[in-house]
Structure formats: structure tokens, C-alpha cells
């Protein structure tokens, strides 16, 4: 790891205008379960690093504005997951916190960062031997023709086929949640399903966001469709590991036919991916196990597997098909 200078500021503003002093270069850190492991990796070689975990007033979670519920961007994952309306209102996100990491990642580890995880494309992650326009625009992408098992099957392009690796962001663009951010020119929203670029021709670029664009809440709007949700993720093995596929699942029946519906990919894409079409063929319907399953299909109907990720067309069908009957029976 490269020497680097530590900055701690106390207030949101102090933060962005230390970034906008010591750009190029500067980079925030919250939890560090992302940044030192790619800095230790040599991905990421920041020459400062901007210490938010001591700003003030953006760790609270507050539910009492009717509304939408706010997150502080640096509120624990553990501490998200837990919370009593978390977990009456929107049990997708508080199941795709639980289902995310270790324990003693989900207690390090921010939503605010948690947004902003990068892929575990080994390739990238690898000591720089290999290539990958992500690491080093232009150089190539040694998974197209390498080992791809767990790469994306929608949204992926000639330059890149990773995977957005995060959980929760996915169960957030079900929710239509936007994050706010703050940068040296004022502050903006940003919904959640726009947060993430595809990678087209230049997957190193991984956000909308500026690289002094601050993340400091977000917010997720209440609602009767949160209550009917579940975020159901198939990987290798039950604990600490990513999705092969999930789906963040919510309905709202009127009646036995579906007044609204929320299917977001997640393991599948290289973007948290909301299936538009999918969600639009069950409204009207009663929401059958035949039905569910024509939205699902629908779902991955652009899906453009590779040599080895075949198997996540039929996964990720399976695994909305069973989201959506879960999230009927709490409806
Ligand atoms: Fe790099 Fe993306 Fe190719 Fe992985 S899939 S090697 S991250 S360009």
C-alpha cells in the first residue's frame, strides 16, 4: 500500500471542500471495508483520504416524517437492518442488509459506502496481470474469454460484463429511494435506479456521481408497496457470499389482482436492474405462480449469457417466480 495523507472533518462541508483542496487524488472512506481492501490490492492508490466517519448528524435513521423514511449515508448496515420500520415497512431492504456480508462487516460497514461497492470481478481485483478496461481504460477485458461464472447477463457491453456485487441497492431501486449528496456546488437527489451507469465504453466509470460528490442520506418513500416485499438471494452457500442471483420483490394486491409491482435484479446485472416490463405484465392479474413466472421470463428475456453464466437465466427465473409467491403470501 502506497503512503497517503488522513484527513478527519467534523462537518459535511468541511468534508467536500477538503476534497475539492486536495483533488485530484482524494478519496472519502466511511466503514473501509471496501477502500483498503482495493487499496491493499493496489485497484485503488488514493494520495488522500478523507475520514467521514466523525461528520456530524448522518449516522440517525428517522422514521418520523410520514412521507418517506431518511437514512443517514453513514447509519451501520447491522443498525438499518434492525430498525423496527425497516423491518415493518420495507422487510425487502432489511433482508438484503441481513443477507449482505458478515455481522461484523454489516456493523463496520455504511449504507453510504455499501452504494458505492465495486465489483468482485476477480480479474479486477487480480495484481494488475490482467486486462481490464475497469482498472485501466483501454486495456481489455480478460473475462469475456476468461472465467465468467459469476459475471452479468443483462446490461453488459463489449468493454465490460461485471456484476454490481451490493444487495441492498437493489431492494433501494425496487423502492424507487433516492440518495442526496453533497458536492463543492450545492446539494442534489439522485434516484437510486439512476445512481449506477452501465458500463458501455467505459466501465471505469461506475456512478452518476462526481468523484467530490458526497452521499450524505437516503430516502425511501412510504408506502403500502413496501409492506408486501422480500429480497430473496440464491448463492453459493447460505452466509458471507454474493448473489448468484436475487431478486427484491414487493406487490400490492387489490382484491386477488395485483394493484402494483417491484422486481429489481440483483447477481444478475451490472447494475442494480429493474425489470419495467415484468412489473407491468402483473398489474391488473391475479398474481398466480404462472403469472409470476411469465414475469420472471420476461424479466430476462434480453438476458445475454456468456460460456460459463448460462445457468443464472434459469436461476434468476426461478428465483423471482419464488419472490414473487413469498411476497404474495405477506401481502
Ligand atoms: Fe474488468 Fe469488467 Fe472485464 Fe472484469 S468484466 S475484467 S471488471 S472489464
Same mark, same amino acid.
Given at each position: 500500500?502506497?503512503?497517503?495523507?488522513? @484527513?478527519?472533518?467534523?462537518?459535511?462541508?468541511?468534508?467536500?471542500?477538503?476534497?475539492?483542496?486536495?483533488?485530484?487524488?482524494?478519496?472519502? $472512506?466511511?466503514?473501509?471495508?471496501?477502500? $483498503?481492501?482495493?487499496?491493499?490490492?493496489?485497484?485503488?492508490?488514493?494520495? &488522500?483520504?478523507?475520514?467521514?466517519?466523525?461528520?456530524?448528524?448522518?449516522?440517525?435513521?428517522?422514521?418520523?416524517?410520514?412521507?418517506?423514511?431518511?437514512?443517514?449515508?453513514?447509519?451501520?448496515?447491522?443498525?438499518?437492518?434492525?430498525?423496527?420500520?425497516?423491518?415493518?415497512?420495507?422487510?425487502?431492504?432489511?433482508?438484503?442488509?441481513?443477507?449482505?456480508?458478515?455481522?461484523?462487516?454489516?456493523?463496520?460497514?455504511?449504507?453510504?459506502?455499501?452504494?458505492?461497492?465495486?465489483?468482485?470481478?476477480?480479474?479486477?481485483?487480480?495484481?494488475?496481470?490482467?486486462?481490464?478496461?475497469?482498472?485501466?481504460?483501454?486495456?481489455?477485458?480478460? =473475462?469475456?474469454?476468461?472465467?465468467?461464472?459469476?459475471?452479468?447477463?443483462?446490461?453488459?457491453?463489449?468493454?465490460?460484463?461485471?456484476?454490481?456485487?451490493?444487495?441492498?441497492?437493489? =431492494?433501494?431501486?425496487?423502492?424507487?429511494?433516492?440518495?442526496?449528496?453533497?458536492?463543492?456546488?450545492?446539494?442534489?437527489?439522485?434516484?437510486?435506479?439512476?445512481?449506477?451507469?452501465?458500463?458501455?465504453?467505459?466501465?471505469?466509470?461506475?456512478?452518476?456521481?462526481?468523484?467530490?460528490?458526497?452521499?450524505?442520506?437516503?430516502?425511501?418513500?412510504?408506502?403500502?408497496?413496501?409492506?408486501?416485499? &422480500?429480497?430473496?438471494?440464491?448463492?453459493?452457500?447460505?452466509?458471507?457470499? $454474493?448473489?448468484?442471483?436475487?431478486?427484491?420483490?414487493?406487490?400490492? @394486491?387489490? !382484491?386477488?389482482?395485483?394493484?402494483?409491482?417491484?422486481?429489481?435484479?440483483?447477481?444478475?446485472?451490472?447494475?442494480?436492474?429493474?425489470?419495467?416490463?415484468?412489473?407491468?405484465?402483473?398489474?391488473?392479474?391475479?398474481?398466480?405462480?404462472?403469472?409470476?413466472?411469465?414475469?420472471?421470463?420476461?424479466?430476462? =428475456?434480453?438476458?445475454?449469457?456468456?460460456?460459463?453464466? !448460462?445457468?443464472?437465466?434459469?436461476? !434468476?427465473?426461478?428465483?423471482? &417466480?419464488?419472490?414473487?409467491?413469498?411476497?404474495?403470501?405477506?401481502?
Amino acid at each position: 500500500m502506497r503512503d497517503f495523507a488522513y @484527513l478527519r472533518p467534523r462537518e459535511a462541508g468541511e468534508a467536500v471542500a477538503l476534497h475539492a483542496r486536495h483533488s485530484p487524488g482524494a478519496r472519502y $472512506f466511511a466503514g473501509g471495508t471496501t477502500l $483498503f481492501d482495493l487499496m491493499k490490492l493496489g485497484v485503488e492508490s488514493p494520495a &488522500t483520504v478523507i475520514d467521514v466517519t466523525r461528520l456530524e448528524g448522518l449516522a440517525g435513521i428517522d422514521a418520523s416524517r410520514r412521507g418517506e423514511l431518511r437514512i443517514g449515508a453513514l447509519a451501520p448496515m447491522s443498525d438499518v437492518a434492525e430498525h423496527a420500520t425497516v423491518q415493518r415497512e420495507f422487510p425487502a431492504l432489511s433482508e438484503a442488509l441481513w443477507k449482505a456480508a458478515s455481522q461484523q462487516l454489516r456493523n463496520m460497514a455504511t449504507v453510504g459506502g455499501n452504494l458505492l461497492q465495486r465489483t468482485r470481478c476477480a480479474y479486477f481485483r487480480g495484481a494488475g496481470e490482467y486486462a481490464c478496461n475497469k482498472r485501466v481504460p483501454g486495456s481489455g477485458c480478460a =473475462a469475456l474469454d476468461g472465467l465468467n461464472r459469476g459475471h452479468a447477463v443483462l446490461g453488459a457491453s463489449e468493454a465490460c460484463v461485471a456484476v454490481y456485487p451490493g444487495d441492498m441497492a437493489v =431492494a433501494l431501486a425496487a423502492f424507487d429511494a433516492v440518495v442526496d449528496t453533497l458536492s463543492p456546488r450545492g446539494e442534489r437527489a439522485v434516484p437510486v435506479r439512476e445512481l449506477h451507469r452501465a458500463p458501455g465504453s467505459t466501465p471505469h466509470l461506475e456512478t452518476v456521481l462526481a468523484e467530490d460528490e458526497l452521499i450524505v442520506r437516503i430516502r425511501v418513500p412510504r408506502g403500502p408497496i413496501g409492506r408486501a416485499s &422480500t429480497y430473496h438471494k440464491v448463492r453459493d452457500r447460505e452466509s458471507y457470499a $454474493f448473489a448468484l442471483a436475487s431478486a427484491a420483490v414487493a406487490v400490492q @394486491l387489490q !382484491g386477488n389482482r395485483v394493484a402494483d409491482a417491484r422486481i429489481a435484479l440483483g447477481g444478475v446485472a451490472t447494475r442494480p436492474w429493474r425489470a419495467d416490463e415484468a412489473e407491468r405484465s402483473l398489474v391488473g392479474r391475479p398474481l398466480t405462480r404462472a403469472a409470476a413466472r411469465r414475469a420472471a421470463e420476461l424479466a430476462f =428475456a434480453e438476458a445475454r449469457p456468456l460460456a460459463h453464466n !448460462g445457468f443464472k437465466v434459469a436461476l !434468476g427465473i426461478e428465483t423471482v &417466480t419464488d419472490a414473487l409467491m413469498i411476497a404474495k403470501d405477506r401481502s
